[in-house]
């Protein structure tokens, strides 16, 4: 495993920590740019006016692949991308099976007009970022981008193409993205379903939520993460430990917390340290009962902000 570094309060692992191998990439996706919200769009084999089965088929795919084969890169391709974003890999996503209506899922009005050619499509649960964001030829070694050839509308898959590209990627180092995350509330159930603007949720106060709350907290005692996620902690703070949101110190373990940053409770999924962060149990306690919503905590600069008042 290699060295986490941290780097402004986020950790970076490589690639092949969160992508096993070859196989669990279901391809690659052409963007115009980085993400700004956790959708991916897709255009339309259909009547678009009449929302038939084709018109939602390259988003339906998707989320029928994305429950096997889970994770897909993106790469800055197509006539709106930057020229300083050609043939670069931008990020690696991780899709859930809920798709429908790009208008329902994208919450920004200017983003909904640019995406009017993309109309249908599915939500992603994990955005990671491609630290140095690797041109294919000139960092990879691909002698082309042919990788790209028809991935503009949907998530293509080449095998020996993607084999070769988890090759050259599975060292490199990606930080996951905190500022883009699934709508607030959702959950993602593991099936694949069709939606409108009313995603999938799960209401904590709901006897179902309750025992789902009782499954996360057990699985977050997991003492493997536990003691990296403090022994990485401790190693960056001179041998301390250190609440990463109020800056309380101490060189006791049990005074801290190991806090899921998505709860588990949000839908199924494979935790690594790089999930959680160190909090004292005050601060660990104000990112759950101060949000508005249990399946979608304050992060750690807004429970620093309440805690520092």
């Known amino acids: 495993m290699m060295d986490r570094v ?61 429950l096997n084969q889970p994770y897909f890169l993106t790469i800055g391709g197509g006539e709106q991308v930057p020229d300083a974003l050609q043939g670069r890999v931008l990020e690696l996503v991780r ?34 970022s491609v630290r140095g964001e690797p041109h294919l030829v000139e960092d990879l070694g691909f002698p082309n981008r042919r990788i790209l050839a028809n991935a503009y509308d949907t998530v293509i898959r080449d095998d020996e193409e993607i084999q070769r590209l988890w090759n050259a990627l599975q060292d490199w180092e990606v930080e996951r ?39 996360s907290r057990e699985i977050e005692r997991d003492p493997r993460l536990k003691r990296e996620v ?5 190693a960056k703070n ?26 588990l409770a949000a839908g199924k999924r494979d935790s690594r340290v790089d999930d959680l962060v160190v909090l004292c149990p005050s601060c660990h306690r104000c990112a759950h009962m101060k949000a508005d919503d249990k399946l979608s905590p304050l992060s750690v600069e807004e429970v620093a902000a309440l805690m520092m008042r």
């Open 6 to 66: 941290a780097d402004r309060g986020m950790t970076v692992v490589a690639l092949g920590e969160v992508v096993n191998a070859a196989d669990q990439l279901m391809g690659v996706k052409a963007v115009w740019g980085r993400s700004s919200e956790a959708v991916m769009c897709f255009g339309s084999r259909g009547n678009a006016a009449l929302k038939d089965r084709g018109h939602f088929s390259q988003a339906r795919t998707t989320a029928e692949r994305a």
């Open 95 to 128: 899709a859930t099976g809920i798709y429908g209506e790009t208008t329902a899922f994208v919450r920004d009005e200017e983003l909904r007009a640019r995406l009017a050619q993309w109309p249908v499509a599915i939500i992603v649960s994990e955005v990671y």
């Open 177 to 215: 993205r905190w500022d883009v995350m699934p709508p607030q509330g959702f959950y993602d159930h593991g099936r694949v379903q069709q939606c409108g603007s009313m995603y999938p949720t799960l209401s904590t106060a709901s006897p179902e939520g309750r025992r789902i709350w009782t499954i």
């Open 230 to 234: 403090k022994a990485l902690n401790r």
């Open 238 to 263: 001179g041998g301390i430990l250190v609440c990463e949101a109020c800056k309380l110190s101490d060189d006791l373990a049990s005074m801290f917390d190991a806090h899921h940053l998505q709860p």
